[in-house]
DNA sequence: AGACGTTACATGCACGTGCATCAAATGCAC
DNA sequence: GTGCATTTGATGCACGTGCATGTAACGTCT
């Protein structure tokens, strides 16, 4: 690799990450400040609501979100704990949970959306 | 905005967020489990180097590093801890320090900047 | 049925991060 | 000069994260 294609790269890369790292900065600061809400609870409120379905398991609900599994499983706590969504056991596979949106999960969602949309509009719009 | 805009505006974030984190993670994995060095660190460790001068104000270095300033200074503990830079008093400012990459520091970087490389090869290449 | 590996979630722990704050040195106004 | 805001870097604290592990419920194979 010669020094030319080296240095495309990192600066690749230093762009991809200061360009991600603006957003979510940026993201997590206005959802936290205007909704209460982490960056990573709102994902996996937005995800559980814009799926359609009324429930998920919390396996489904984790896919494609880019978490370990211990921390999603926290994520989802804070948001129970905060009264935005609700567990259930699934009676077809009793070690699964399925995980519902509350009407105040849903009004809270539905709030945060716009800044959420606001805020990526504006980075990549 | 549009339906479909939003939609796209979205899917536009998911990308980049999933690229970032795919590139993150592994570099932070590879680098750690091959040269002991987290990404912050080994990123303060390159800046350093490749700026080309041999003693930088821990301020100039910190510039362009997606860090708060604490995780930054703690960053720099951590590689000063390691033995890999070293900090001096700077006499035109008492209040400013110098950052020195040690000789330690720099075949560790040059160990390092391999496997940086080729990872962001395999990921951006 | 019994044994064993696998899957789904939760939890203890260590660690890196950001925020607020602190101490010290500097610059600026007067 | 004195006073005060600003800058530079460090630190206490709370919190979110990943890793390793634990627990319980599957599935499979004999």
Redesign the pocket.
């Known amino acids: 690799m010669s020094g030319t294609e080296e240095r495309e790269l990192v600066a690749k890369w230093r762009d991809l990450s200061t360009c991600y790292?603006n957003v979510a900065?940026d993201l997590d600061?206005e959802l936290q400040d205007q909704h209460g809400l982490?960056?990573?609870?709102f994902e996996a409120l937005d995800r559980l609501i814009e799926s359609g379905q009324d429930k998920l398991?919390?396996?489904?609900?984790?896919e494609g979100m880019?978490?370990?599994?211990?921390?999603?499983?926290?994520?989802?706590?804070?948001l129970e704990r905060a009264g935005l969504v609700g567990?259930s056991m699934?009676m077809?596979?009793?070690?699964?949970?399925?995980?519902t949106a509350t009407d105040a999960g849903r009004s809270r969602h539905a709030e945060a959306r716009d800044t959420h949309r606001k805020v990526l509009a504006h980075h990549l719009g």
Request: glycine residues 2%; positive net charge; aromatic residues 8%.
């Open positions: 790292n900065c600061r982490g960056l990573s609870e398991r919390m396996h489904e609900l984790a880019y978490l370990s599994q211990s921390a999603f499983s926290r994520t989802v706590a804070r567990r699934c077809d596979d009793r070690r699964a949970l399925f995980v």
